[in-house]
Antibody, heavy 119, light 106 residues
Framework: QVILVESGGGVVQPGGSLRISCIAS????????MHWVRQAPGKGLEWVAV????????NHGDSMKGRFTVSRDNSENTLYLQLTSLRDEDTAVYHC????????????WGQGTLVTVSS | EVVMTQSPATLPVSPGERVTLSCRAS??????LAWFQQKPGQAPRLLIY???TRATGIPARFSGSGSGTEFTLTISSLQSDDFAVYSC????????FGQGTKLEIK
């Protein structure tokens, strides 16, 4: 079955950096576009980033551009999100999600990893 | 940005009730609309995509309708396992989510 497991979250100071990961199993990872979506405490879901199946195309939400970078290693079935210049408002649970063609819905999600930005 | 508005924020309901949740888009998204169920500490679960298509393994008591800017998720007979937060998402113009509707026990 499809399994997505995030890791790498933790406590980081404002202005700091962190890389979080999402390991995929149970499907042909290299053939799917993947997303990061976050949820701040008490808030709704917020889209963070997308990367194409081959990794050649990426895009990020407006408030993350220039600070976050999505990447992937298809040989390791792993999705990454590099977070830099972190702010208090970046505190959230970060989920990875698979996008399925042809309708582009997010059909499988991981449980998430918590990133806390605090001094 | 397409703003998704869900109402109500919280809905007290009883098992066995028919439940209707609303989601409104600030501009037309066609049928590029999905519904998710979230429980604390769990991954979001896709219920409905393309506004009205049930995802794999989703019980028939869940149904979605609407197009353009007005959408509805209906649970025909609420089960105890259905108490959760329900969020809508548009994927017509990038991706935005509603704030969610929490079903709580009346």
């Amino acid at each position: 079955q499809v399994i997505l497991v995030e890791s790498g979250g933790g406590v980081v100071q404002p202005g700091g950096s962190l890389r979080i990961s999402c390991i995929a199993s149970g499907f042909a990872f290299r053939t799917y576009a993947m997303h990061w979506v976050r949820q701040a405490p008490g808030k709704g879901l917020e889209w963070v980033a997308v990367i194409s199946s081959d990794g050649n195309y990426q895009n990020h939400g407006d408030s993350m551009k220039g600070r976050f970078t999505v990447s992937r290693d298809n040989s390791e079935n792993t999705l990454y999100l590099q977070l830099t210049s972190l702010r208090d408002e970046d505190t959230a649970v970060y989920h990875c999600a698979r996008e399925t063609a042809p309708h582009r819905e997010f059909d499988y999600w991981g449980q998430g990893t918590l990133v806390t930005v605090s001094s | 940005e397409v703003v998704m508005t869900q109402s109500p924020a919280t809905l007290p309901v009883s098992p066995g009730e028919r439940v209707t949740l609303s989601c409104r888009a600030s501009q037309s998204v066609g049928t590029k609309l999905a519904w998710f169920q979230q429980k604390p500490g769990q991954a979001p679960r896709l219920l409905i995509y393309s506004a009205s298509t049930r995802a794999t393994g989703i019980p028939a008591r869940f149904s979605g309708s609407g197009s353009g800017t007005e959408f509805t998720l209906t649970i025909s007979s609420l089960q105890s396992d259905d108490f959760a937060v329900y969020s809508c998402q548009q994927y017509s113009d990038w991706y935005t989510f509603g704030q969610g509707t929490k079903l709580e026990i009346k």
